[in-house]
């Protein structure tokens, strides 16, 4: 009977062509098979396929404009090289959701999402293969595991979808605002697959197979609709009209992609499938030798950027975990890394669009403003943040660039400090041959006195510890453990000149390309430069910022050094069973990253792996840490600048440290020490809580000096 009211469906009430003979009946109850364009009828295809190549030209136009719009950029090397690192690269950030995740809520509601779309378009794609391709494999076991697999992933689909609607209907977090676009990407999502389930249910429900419980939701909705006892006749209209429904929104959603929040769905891959492979803490360089009258430094228009900037912005989806993890941001300043990249896309568009000429808007001011650009301390915690790989420093630092070389517009300190290390190579004007002053009584092997001297490293003492009272402490701490332990190390001495990390940021490449092409010649004189095969030789860097300039920026301008840090040497050498700290320290120290040690460079466990190894010590962490340590505010050139806008960020950072009730800030930056001694200072707290180099603690640890602050 129900073979006879089957068919009668199939070929009068739908009318669509597909007549199901009664042995093929037999195969819908008594087989394990689903047969595709069930009372909907092959035919369908007459109409389907014209809507569906329609969807896809809309989807391709739109794709198109966008890939247009990208191109209008600048060519960027390198964006192809090692494809299968980048391939890794991208199955990580994409189908392993490496950074996604790394946000509980939102990472686990966006991987319930994104998993159960994805089985969505899979069955879709395994679906449209069976009904129009010779292949016939939707029966038997894999039918039964294919159909449970696909409801469990639209049940995921279900809560994340809920997921996101609590998140921004009921939690509204402080840097996530939704618009309607968000909306339309949650609505389409809930509709779809709420249709695809009620298809499910109403089919189950006309054709009542049991093998169909394993379609354990749609078998539940079945159930739940034979409790009405509808005709045959209505749940077969029914089915039909749903079916036009999901075939409809599918197509619409196919078509809005590019128009949409959905973009990303494209962008996002292909993002992180180009993303920067270089060091994170590498910026490029300007070709100065080859510039014409038409050059423009860094980036004054939109075009100055080049396409994977734009692809870049793009590629946003407005998530706000780079403004949350932003101390500019956080203490006040007018920069959002969010905004700016939406800032950024939007000018963007509306330069490809001509609107921009239209009303008169320029890139820096007017879109972007230069506050927002000073604002930046160039920390990295923005791209670290971001789960689609956008680079936003070397954005910034494109923009500062053109204000100081093209338009001579930057804060006055800021102009200062680069007037002085172009010409003194330090940023107070100090004269440069008093640069070794500090070292004169420690018979240090000093290159500019003896060039032909022997030894191992090279140790770099950085503009702070060469001509600043307090980081000199710190370079002659470290000198004691170097000579304790007869390791044959040298200074450049007067040769040596600031390495160029702050102008460069500040965005004056010129005098950044002289300091270290400066440095470079200085430095390959005593044989350290690695192009041309290996040498054993090493750099020590006091300081991060030197540190991470000559090993990731010196190598742009043909200078590639081996080069660690000092915190990096010291724990190897404990490691190596070569330095034993017998001293005890019954304090309580916290560390305080810096951004271009830890977040640049990777080193997080070295530093606390000597603290740790020192008996007594009492190692706690601040509320952020490692990779998501807070800035001190004094990267991207900000040391040498006044902070007039919104509170100061050292302060807050002091603020994390009273609040772990420690006695000491252990650091392993110069920069870092000054800022925090004077957030402490400011906070009252500096006769409480010492801040120290980790050297200085290691040499008060084995005897070598006395730290007062250390002393029982
Ligand atoms: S830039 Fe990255 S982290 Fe910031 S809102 Fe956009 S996607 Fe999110
Ligand atoms: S680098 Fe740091 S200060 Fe600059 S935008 Fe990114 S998070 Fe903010």
Not at 507 to 522: C, P, R, S, T
Request: with cysteine; charged share 25%.
């Amino acid at each position: 009977m129900e073979v006879l009211v089957l068919n009668f469906i199939l070929n009068s009430v739908l009318g669509s062509g597909k007549v199901l003979s009664p042995q093929e009946m037999n195969v819908i109850e008594h087989n394990t098979q689903r047969i595709v364009y069930w009372n909907i009828g092959h035919k369908v295809t007459y109409l389907m396929y014209p809507i569906a190549l329609i969807a896809m030209a809309i989807f391709v136009y739109g794709m198109y404009k966008r890939y247009k719009m990208w191109m209008q950029g600048k060519a960027d090397d390198n964006r192809g090289d090692d494809l299968a690192q980048r391939m890794e690269g991208a199955f990580e950030g994409v189908f392993l959701h490496k950074k996604i995740l790394k946000k509980g809520y939102a990472g686990l509601m966006h991987g319930f999402i994104f998993f159960g779309f994805l089985m969505m378009l899979i069955a879709t794609a395994i679906t449209t293969i069976e009904a129009d391709t010779p292949a016939n494999f939707l029966d038997g076991t894999f039918y039964k595991v294919f159909s449970f697999t696909i409801d469990a992933f639209a049940l995921l689909l279900i809560a994340g979808i809920i997921m996101a609607i609590y998140r921004r209907d009921v939690q509204k977090p402080k840097n996530l605002e939704t618009t309607n676009d968000d909306w339309y990407a949650i609505s389409f999502l809930l509709i779809s697959v709420i249709l695809g389930f009620a298809l499910e249910g109403i089919r189950i429900a006309i054709t009542d197979p049991s093998f169909e419980r394993v379609s354990f939701v749609g078998w539940a909705i079945s159930r739940a609709i034979m409790v009405f006892n509808p005709s045959i006749e209505f749940l077969a209209s029914l089915h039909k009209g749903a079916w036009w429904m999901h075939f409809m929104t599918t197509m619409f959603f196919i078509a809005s992609i590019p128009y949409t929040k959905f973009l990303h769905i494209i962008t996002g891959p292909l993002n992180i499938f180009f993303r920067k492979r270089a060091p994170l803490g590498q910026l490029k360089i300007i070709d100065m030798e080859n510039l014409d009258e038409e050059s423009r430094f860094g980036a004054s228009e939109i075009m100055d950027f080049s396409w994977k900037d734009m692809l870049d912005l793009d590629a946003c989806i407005r998530c706000g975990r780079c403004e949350d993890v932003c101390p500019a941001h956080n203490t006040g300043k007018p920069l959002s890394p969010k905004k700016m990249i939406n800032d950024l896309r939007e000018h963007m568009v509306d330069e490809s669009t001509g609107k921009n000429k239209e009303n008169g808007i320029n890139l820096i001011e007017m879109r972007i403003t230069e506050d927002v650009l000073w604002s930046c301390t160039s920390c990295g915690a923005c791209m670290v943040a971001c789960p689609m790989e956008i680079a936003h420093v070397d954005k910034i630092v494109a923009m500062r660039t053109n204000l100081v070389m093209g338009q001579g517009k930057l804060p006055v300190e800021a102009a200062n400090a680069i007037k002085k290390m172009g010409k003194n190579g330090n940023p107070w004007g100090l004269p440069q041959n008093e640069r070794a002053n500090w070292a004169k009584e420690l018979k240090i092997t000093n290159l500019d006195e003896t060039p032909d001297a022997d030894f191992d490293y090279i140790l770099w003492i950085g503009s702070m510890s060469s001509y600043d009272n307090r980081s000199q402490k710190v370079a002659k701490a470290f000198v004691k453990i170097l000579q304790h332990l007869d390791i044959k190390f040298a200074i450049l001495g007067n040769l040596e000149k600031a390495s160029g990390d702050a102008v460069k940021r500040i965005g004056a490449e010129d005098v950044y390309q002289d300091l270290a092409k400066h440095n470079i010649v200085q430095l390959d004189k005593f044989g350290m430069n690695t192009v041309n095969g290996n040498v054993p030789k090493k750099i020590i860097a006091l300081s991060p910022h030197s540190y991470n300039v000559i090993k990731n920026e010196y190598p742009l301008l043909g200078g590639q050094y081996n080069v660690i840090h000092h915190t990096e040497l010291l724990s190897s050498l404990i490691n190596a069973g070569k330095l034993n700290i017998d001293g005890e320290l019954l304090k309580t120290v916290t560390y305080h990253d810096s951004c271009y040690l830890g977040r640049y460079n990777g080193v997080y466990e070295d530093p606390r792996n000597i603290l740790n190894s020192i008996k007594g010590i009492n190692l706690v962490e601040m509320e952020h840490n490692t990779e998501e340590s807070f800035c001190c505010g004094a990267g991207g050139g900000r040391m040498w600048m006044e902070e007039p806008l919104g509170t100061r960020i050292n302060e807050k950072r002091a603020d994390e440290a009273i609040a772990v009730k420690c006695d000491v800030v252990a650091t392993g930056c110069a920069f870092c020490m000054t800022m925090i001694t004077d957030g402490m200072k400011a906070k009252d707290k500096d006769d409480d809580i010492k801040v120290l180099d980790i050297a200085e603690i290691v040499a008060h640890s084995l005897g070598l000096i006395e730290v007062k602050a250390l002393k029982k």
